[in-house]
């Protein structure tokens, strides 16, 4: 998976030379499927991968034992923060106090440290104490052999939901389907449709200054940065989507968005953490979609497989498994 080294090695670009070094002797597996990086200060270098935290020596062997693993000082974490915001933290401040920043490749790291209040809000972060490094693998044609399940004999879209664990690769799988349904196919006779993401946390676009890390196909509009229920908005006034994507929906205010959209016959697809439809049916903002049984598609997804395990895909009329696949 050539891919999959690509993206670690971009990664490791940002950090110095001390932690760079063993990382980069890791073995081929563990470069090919990392999904996060670690760093704490005082604690030891932390890997993510297959659903296990390892720890990296400084020799850059792995080990599940965290007295094996590089210590972190302060200092590499301070130095590899400034290497991370090419050394303009001022220019990236938006992001920053919202917890994260988005680096080329659409690659995000995660902040941690102390939260600097202003009057109303969230002003920054100061005193870095974590940083959590989130590889983001773009997987092209996971999707291909369930979009039929998802658009009916006329060629509409359902309205889709996929519901997940954490780490069990929602994201991913939702991209994938933007990236289908935007490209469209016409050996499978369904057309592309204008799809307008909003992209809250920068996870599914990717966007590094201006331009998607990743491909979200050819009829796809990115609000990148923007709140889920102010960026729904913004697509219905501006954009004339067909359809509409969000990641991790769930609060009030989304749900009076979605309800929005709903009513100006846009179609969605959606994604919420939860195990599967009993988890989540009866959550507010949720279950006002099930009572009018505005999803006619849910994906549910686990780990069982690996990541990315499709377990059943559910007719929203019937509740009938739709899914036969491994």
Not at 66 to 82: R, T, V, Y
Request: overall charge positive; aromatic content about 8%; some cysteine.
């Amino acid at each position: 998976m050539k891919d999959g080294i690509d993206a670690f090695n971009l990664v490791l670009s940002n950090f110095i030379p001390e932690i760079r070094l063993p990382l980069s002797k890791i073995p081929k597996d563990y470069k090919e499927g990392v999904e996060e990086i670690r760093l704490r200060v005082n604690s030891p270098l932390n890997i993510y991968y297959s659903g296990k935290d390892y720890f990296v020596s400084g020799k850059g062997e792995v080990s599940l034992n965290p007295k094996e693993g590089l210590q972190i000082s302060l200092n590499a974490i301070e130095k590899i923060f400034q290497l991370t915001t090419n050394y303009s933290i001022y220019a990236l401040s938006e992001e920053i106090k919202y917890g994260f920043i988005t680096i080329r490749g659409g690659h995000r790291v995660g902040i941690g440290g102390k939260i600097i209040y202003g009057s109303s809000d969230i002003e920054g972060i100061k005193d870095i104490s974590s940083l959590n490094f989130r590889i983001a693998r773009q997987k092209i044609g996971i999707s291909n052999h369930i979009i039929p399940k998802l658009i009916d004999k006329d060629g509409n879209f359902y309205n889709t939901l996929i519901i997940s664990p954490p780490q069990c690769g929602k994201t991913t799988l939702l991209r994938d389907i933007v990236r289908n349904l935007s490209n469209g196919d016409f050996e499978n006779k369904y057309r592309g449709f204008k799809i307008g993401v909003v992209d809250e946390r920068s996870e599914i676009a990717g966007i590094y200054n201006g331009i998607p890390q990743k491909d979200v196909g050819i009829r796809t509009d990115i609000l990148d940065g923007c709140l889920k229920s102010h960026g729904i908005m913004m697509l219905i006034r501006a954009m004339s989507p067909e359809i509409i994507a969000v990641d991790e929906i769930g609060s009030a205010q989304d749900a009076k968005a979605i309800d929005e959209a709903l009513r100006a016959g846009i179609k969605l697809i959606a994604t919420v953490h939860g195990r599967n439809i009993a988890d989540i049916r009866m959550r507010n903002g949720l279950k006002n979609f099930f009572q009018e049984k505005i999803f006619k598609r849910y994906i549910v997804l686990d780990n069982s497989l690996g990541v990315g395990t499709i377990r059943a895909i559910i007719d929203g009329e019937t509740y009938q498994n739709l899914w036969r696949g491994k």
